[in-house]
């Protein structure tokens, strides 16, 4: 008996999953994430993969419709036509708050880092806020 929730030929399947729940269990003709260093496209039949995710958009295209959500870093792996992904925040784009947004990065961009730890949360507030800026503008 064949498995539901495997892809069909010519799709894929995109898991989304936080530490609370499975945010998206969907098949999938395209999957588009952030890698922590640039934006990686998935097509059916990729070869295996695992990457670093960092704080942007995942757009995942099926029967002419997108879906868009901003995720915060994470990791992805795909294999046989499965992308899992696996992250802290996982929200649709028309749920983001741009308002929000702009003020966690104005305060961000404005706090004094004395230290390299400092700097590390301030230029991950500064990630966060620009990523969830850009999906909320493309919603």
Do not use: W
Request: aromatic fraction near 4%.
């Amino acid at each position: 008996m064949a498995n539901p929730h495997s892809p069909t030929a010519g799709t894929l399947r995109c898991i989304l999953v936080t530490p609370e729940a499975t945010a998206l269990d969907t098949p999938a003709e395209f999957v588009a994430l952030p890698l922590f260093d640039g934006e990686a496209g998935i097509a059916p039949g990729r070869a295996p993969l695992i990457g670093r995710l960092g704080f942007g958009e995942l757009r995942v295209r099926h029967n002419g419709q997108t879906q868009r959500f901003y995720i915060d870093g994470g990791f992805v792996q795909v294999v046989d036509d499965v992308v899992s992904v696996l992250t802290n925040l996982a929200l649709p784009a028309g749920k983001l708050d741009p308002s929000a947004a702009r003020s966690q990065l104005q305060t961000a961009l404005s706090t004094h880092a004395a230290g390299p730890a400092e700097m590390a949360i301030r230029d991950r507030q500064i990630s966060q806020a620009r990523g969830q800026l850009r999906v909320a503008s493309r919603a």
